[in-house]
């Protein structure tokens, strides 16, 4: 190797270092900055500093009541004197079977807080039924009706509908 390449390779070594060095730098302080911009960004977005505007009187927080339960009224039984009722509670239809003659208007009368559905499942009829309420409907034709709940699928019960009744 010659004098000369070796002054070469050293100032080049020197450059180049010194090169490194000041990319480092700049580095770290573009980070500071960085690091800087993004604290007064959060500041400012986050409210850090009160704010001087307004009329100069401090807010006053109302009061709000507190709530209290109200409690949902709980339907009261009743039934039919002519026996020909279905009471529908704790989510079922009783009795489960009821027989009736032609010609007999039977009532259903929610008991349970919530709306149920009397719902034929031949379409004879179907009604909505909500807490406290009734749907009546009156067989003209004797047969079987199976019918059920639409919102509440497994309650399910019957209705006996025949010419005479049999003599117990």
């Known amino acids: 190797m010659f004098n000369g390449e070796r002054k070469c390779s050293a100032v080049f070594i020197h450059t180049h270092c010194r090169r490194r060095k000041r990319n ?9 900055k960085s690091l800087a911009v993004g604290f007064f960004v959060l500041l400012a977005v ?28 709980t339907p009261t ?29 039977v009532t259903w009368t929610n008991q349970d807080n919530v709306t149920h559905t009397v719902t034929a499942d031949q379409g004879a009829f179907n009604s909505s039924v909500d807490p406290g309420s009734s749907f009546s409907f009156t067989f003209t034709k004797a047969g079987s009706y199976a019918y059920h709940c639409m919102i509440h699928p497994s309650m399910m019960a019957t209705i006996v509908v025949q010419w005479r009744l049999a003599q117990s």
């Open 46 to 73: 986050c409210g850090g500093a009160p704010s001087t505007t307004g009329t100069g009187t401090t807010p006053t927080v109302a009061p709000t009541a507190t709530p209290t339960a109200n409690p949902t009224p």
């Open 24 to 32: 480092a730098e700049d580095i770290s302080i573009y980070h500071d």
């Open 77 to 105: 039984p009743t039934t039919a004197s002519s026996g020909n009722s279905v009471s529908i509670i704790s989510f079922s239809f009783r009795p489960k079977s009821l027989t009736v003659k032609v010609g007999t208007k």
